[in-house]
């Protein structure tokens, strides 16, 4: 393996150099989760966990680090590489332990290693200056939204009162939560296989599977994962099955269902007579059939469909269905900070459409009597309430069934998860019947 990518002069890169090379690919477009093994495969296994740190964090306070830089600039340095090399050196004084006079030098040799020598007095001196008025720089850091503008206002607009509390919590790192495949152990003998080898954990409080560990850890290592005894799955995703009728001898369609957490639940919970996982992504339905081996829950009764679930029809009506519809992903911004650079405010309206042809199109298979859970993972009332105001108006056969539930914001229709220190993210949930 190599250890450091070679420069087109022939030197290697160092890690902020390679930690740059990955931020700017998310600023032309891509996912984090498309260039990170890629760009990992690069640094040397010392370095890794900086590296993530880096990468991670700097998207995290993405727009918070622009807001501390820009009244340093006389003008706007229109240099994406120059702008990122500063992100990457701030966040490192402001955020991490790494020794002031070590993120200086490294993210200045790493501006002239990406062909910025001329610029690179630049951000020799903003670095410097910061080290002197640490405190009023991270003052700032701390009070900014973090949030592009576009965001901002449609969650101001969405959550007046709570937005100061949302966008905080937005910004913080959210906890590695599991859920116990209680088919084959109970939640508290696998708390307590934790305890004996040592690993910190707590029982979840909304979910009465779920368990959260209080500690970094590789999940593969955890006792059981080969043998299935947990998925990883946010706890307020793993809501999703106590919400659904007994599900029993029933025929169930998960729609959108990749990459499989939600489908594992229901088979976990319930015997169906039919279950039918659809998604158009086939390289993600692979993830669905990989954890229902692993799980030990694939059956000839399972079916897994590479399908577009706005056209895609069944050869019988449903007995439930449940939409985890495709959504801006808003509500875990913690656990994908990329998002904060990829999304833009035009493909909120896209969206909205996508989700109402394809509700439109599973309503259709579901027989009268039966139930469709619509969800996201977003925080925009758009794609939420709104989205189930209007599907209420166009359909005289579809009634709510409310969702009495100590948890989250009653809406208009459905309820409202947002995310939570040390808890799940943002989800929405709205629980529909079709009458005849």
């Known amino acids: 393996m190599r250890q450091s990518a070679p420069h087109a002069s022939g030197k290697t890169l160092n890690l902020r150099a390679q930690v740059v090379k990955t931020l700017l690919a998310v600023q032309n477009g891509q996912s984090l989760a498309s260039v990170l093994n890629q760009h990992i495969n690069i640094v040397s296994d010392k370095d890794r966990a900086l590296y993530h740190e880096l990468v991670l964090g ?174 990883v799955q946010d706890e307020h995703a793993q809501l999703c099955a106590g919400l659904l009728p007994n599900l029993d001898g029933k025929i169930v369609i998960d729609a959108c269902a990749a990459p499989g957490g939600k489908t594992a639940h229901i088979l976990e919970k319930y015997q169906p007579k039919k279950l039918i996982a659809i998604d158009q992504d086939e390289k993600r339905l692979k993830r669905v059939t990989e954890n229902l081996e692993r799980l030990a829950l694939s059956d000839s009764h399972v079916s897994i469909v590479t399908a577009d679930a706005a056209k895609w029809t069944a050869d019988e009506l449903a007995d439930c269905i449940v939409l985890d519809a495709p959504c801006s992903a808003i509500g875990v911004i913690r656990r994908h900070p990329d998002i904060r650079l990829l999304r833009q405010s035009g493909d909120i309206a896209k969206t909205v459409q996508l989700q109402q042809q394809i509700l439109e199109n599973m309503w259709s298979q579901l027989k009268v009597g039966g139930t469709l859970l619509y969800i996201t993972c977003s925080i925009l009332k758009v794609e939420n309430e709104q989205q189930m105001v209007n599907f209420f108006a166009n359909h005289a056969d579809a009634q709510e069934q409310k969702i009495e539930a100590e948890w989250g914001i009653e809406q208009i229709h459905g309820r409202q998860l947002l995310p939570q220190s040390g808890q799940g993210d943002g989800f929405y949930y709205c629980r529909i019947m079709k009458s005849a």
């Open 58 to 231: 700097c998207l995290r306070q993405w727009h918070a680090l622009k807001q501390v830089t820009l009244p340093l600039l006389a003008k706007p340095l229109d240099n994406a590489v120059v702008e990122t090399c500063l992100y990457v050196g701030l966040y490192q004084l402001l955020c991490t332990r790494v020794a002031a006079h070590a993120a200086i030098s490294e993210t200045v040799e790493a501006c002239k290693q990406l062909g910025m020598e001329s610029l690179s007095g630049v951000v020799n001196a903003i670095l410097r200056r910061a080290t002197r008025e640490t405190e009023q720089f991270y003052d700032v850091l701390e009070q900014a939204h973090g949030l592009p503008s576009w965001l901002f206002k449609r969650l101001k607009k969405d959550w007046g009162d709570d937005f100061e509390a949302l966008s905080y919590e937005l910004k913080q790192v959210a906890p590695l939560t599991l859920r116990v495949n209680t088919l084959q152990v109970s939640r508290d003998e696998y708390l307590e296989i934790l305890e004996d080898e040592g690993i910190e954990a707590h029982a979840c409080e909304l979910s009465n599977v779920g368990i959260t560990l209080d500690e970094s850890i590789h999940v593969p290592s955890l006792p059981g994962f080969e043998a299935g005894g947990f998925s």
